[in-house]
C-alpha cells in the first residue's frame, strides 16, 4: 500500500469509491438520499470539499489503483462566531463526504494509515482537535475508538410525516403558551440558545458556556430567523413568562450525504430549569413538527451531544433515529513540547 498526497488527478477515482460506499451505508440507512449512489454525484461534492483553500489530504493506493481517500478542513473559529462553541479551536475537519475506503482490501488498515498521514501532517501544524463524521454502526465507530477518539455528537433524523408527540394539556402544559416567534422576540430568541448554553456548561457535558461572547451575532441571526420563510421558532410562556424555546430552519447546503429530503434542521433547544419535567418541551417540539408538516418539510434533522443524558433521552423518546456520529478527538498539547 502506498499513501500519497491527495490531488486533484484523484478525483474521478475517489467518487467511485464513495459512491460504493455510500450505495452500501444507503441500503442499511434508507432515509439517506441514494442519489450520492452514483459517481457524477459524489464527484461534486467531493470535488467542493477539496477546493477549499484550508483542506488538505491523503489518498492509499494498491498495485496503482486509488481504494481510499481522506481529506480535512482546518479551522479557527473566532471567539465571538456562534460557531465557535462547537467547532473546537485549531481543529479539523472530515465529513462523510470526505472519506471512504474500497471494499477489496483492508479498510482498517487502510484507514488508520491515511489517518496517521492527515493527523502527522494536522498536529506538526498546530491542529490538535481532529473530527470525523461516520455513519451509524460503521466498522469505523471502534477504529476511531482505538484510535483516542469519543463520541461528541449525533445526528438523528425523524419523518415530519410520523407520529407526533403525545398532547398533553394538563398541569404545567395547560398553564402554558405555545407560539410561533415573530418580529420583536429576538430577544426570546436569543435567550433559546442561551438556556441552552447554560444548561451544557453543566455535568456531565461540561461544553464551555461561550454564549455572551458571540450575542450580538446571535441576535442578528435572531433578527433573520423571526423574519424568514425558511426558518421557524417557537416559544414557551408560563403564566406570561419566557420559559423556552425551540430554533430550526431549511437545512441547506451542508451534509449532502446526510440530508434526507425536504429537511428542517433543529438547532437550539431548551426548557429553564424550573420547569423541565412537565411535558413543555415535549409541546414544542409537537407545535415545531405541525408547522413542519404544513409547510412542506418531509424530515426533522439534529444533533445533540450523547453526554448530555437528559436531551439524549429526550430525544431517543421523540422518535428521532441516530445516521451518524461525530467523533473527536483530543491530542495531548505537551506533544508539541516534546517536538520543539
Known amino acids: 500500500m502506498e499513501i500519497r498526497p491527495y490531488e486533484p488527478a484523484h478525483l474521478d477515482d475517489a467518487a467511485g469509491v464513495l ?36 483542506c488538505t489530504g491523503y489518498s492509499a493506493f494498491r498495485d496503482g489503483r486509488l481504494i481510499g481517500f481522506l481529506l480535512a478542513t482546518r479551522h479557527l473559529p473566532a471567539p465571538a462566531h456562534p460557531s465557535s462553541a462547537y467547532v473546537m479551536p485549531r481543529s479539523t475537519w472530515t465529513p462523510t463526504q470526505a472519506w471512504a475506503i474500497g471494499d477489496d482490501c483492508d479498510p482498517r488498515a487502510v484507514f488508520e494509515a491515511l489517518y496517521s498521514a492527515v493527523a502527522s501532517e494536522a498536529v506538526s501544524a498546530g491542529y490538535l482537535n481532529h473530527q470525523i463524521e461516520v455513519n451509524v454502526e460503521d466498522p469505523a465507530e471502534s477504529w476511531l475508538l482505538d484510535l483516542g477518539y469519543t463520541r461528541s455528537s449525533v445526528y438523528a433524523a425523524l419523518p415530519v410525516a410520523g ?12 398553564q402554558t403558551e405555545i407560539r410561533r416567534a415573530r418580529a420583536g422576540d429576538e430577544e426570546f430568541v436569543v435567550a433559546v ?11 456531565p457535558v461540561f461544553r464551555p458556556d461561550l454564549s455572551k461572547d458571540y450575542r450580538e451575532a446571535a441576535l442578528d441571526s435572531a ?20 420559559v423556552g424555546g425551540i430554533l430550526s430552519n431549511a437545512m441547506g447546503g451542508g451534509r449532502p450525504l446526510l440530508r434526507p429530503a425536504a429537511s428542517l434542521y433543529i438547532g437550539s433547544t431548551a426548557v429553564s430549569p424550573a420547569h423541565r419535567g412537565c411535558g413543555i418541551g415535549q409541546a414544542l417540539v409537537r407545535a415545531l413538527l405541525l408547522a413542519a408538516r404544513s409547510e412542506g418539510f418531509e424530515h426533522a434533522v439534529l444533533n445533540y451531544a450523547p453526554a448530555n443524558a437528559s436531551g439524549r433521552r429526550f430525544w431517543q423518546k421523540m422518535g428521532f433515529e441516530p445516521l451518524m456520529t461525530v467523533f473527536q478527538r483530543r491530542v495531548d498539547p505537551r506533544i508539541a513540547w516534546g517536538a520543539s
Open 19 to 54: 459512491a460504493t460506499a455510500h450505495e452500501r451505508r444507503a441500503a442499511e440507512l434508507p432515509t439517506l438520499p441514494g442519489a450520492f449512489s452514483a459517481a457524477e454525484q459524489t464527484r461534486v461534492v467531493i470535488g467542493a470539499f477539496a477546493g477549499r483553500p484550508s
Open 163 to 174: 407520529a407526533l408527540p403525545a398532547e398533553d394539556r394538563a398541569g404545567a402544559v395547560g
Open 193 to 203: 440558545g442561551e438556556l441552552e448554553a447554560r444548561h451544557h456548561q453543566t455535568s
Open 223 to 242: 433578527a433573520d430567523l423571526v423574519n424568514a420563510d425558511d426558518r421557524m421558532a417557537f416559544l414557551a410562556f408560563t403564566r406570561g413568562d419566557f
